[in-house]
């Protein structure tokens, strides 16, 4: 199964892609997560997105197309895989539909008013990814691997904003764009996790 998750930064797509790809057992691919991993690394490419990224903007579409195409193709993918933070833009998504078909994009609706209290009280874990809120780790560390919880530079307060617009204006039209292609299946985000999850399951059989 190809799918595709969407929904506004902070919406829970990550937990949500995590979900679905332990119970499908196939690939979680976030470009925000990959995007993260080559600055943590100092590549060439990290260089290039690290200031649109600390500035809450979106990647340029080649850059960002040229590194999924790289990453679908990969063997990992063959029986599927779940697209996270891709695509983003039009541009991605006409690129997207070139390389490869699409069989469901998931739409996590969401409250955009509520999600940058959400963002803002974010935390992560640097080591491992694993991601929670400040008032469900009041000790600041992870439960996963103890390493300390950190802010991610992009869900500052001044820069959340800036990405709920972005969402607002690039990503948001992608909803009727996958409406249109017969691809789309809303899922009402502001429920509690496990709720969420059931209604994505519902959402694929
Ligand atoms: P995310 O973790 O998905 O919220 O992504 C964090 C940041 O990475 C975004 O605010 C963008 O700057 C960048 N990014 C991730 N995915 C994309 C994409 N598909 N297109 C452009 N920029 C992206």
Known sequence: MNLIIMGAPGSGKGTQAALICKAHNIPHISTGDILRKNIADGTELGKQAKAFMDAGKLVPDELVVALLKDRIE????????LLDG?????AQADALGKIVNIDVALNLETDLGK???RMA?????????????ASAAPDGKCKECGEAL?????????????????YAENTAPLV???????????????QAIDDVNKAIEAALK
């Open 74 to 81: 990969q063997a990992d993918c063959k029986n599927g895989f």
């Open 86 to 90: 891709f695509p983003r833009t039009k």
């Open 115 to 117: 999600l940058a209290d």
């Open 121 to 133: 009280s974010r935390r992560v874990c640097p080591k491992c990814g694993y991601s929670t809120s």
């Open 150 to 166: 950190i802010i991610r530079d992009d869900d500052k307060r001044e820069v959340v904003e800036n990405r709920l617009k972005v």
């Open 176 to 190: 009727d764009y996958y409406k249109a292609a017969g691809l789309l299946k809303n899922i009402d985000g502001m």
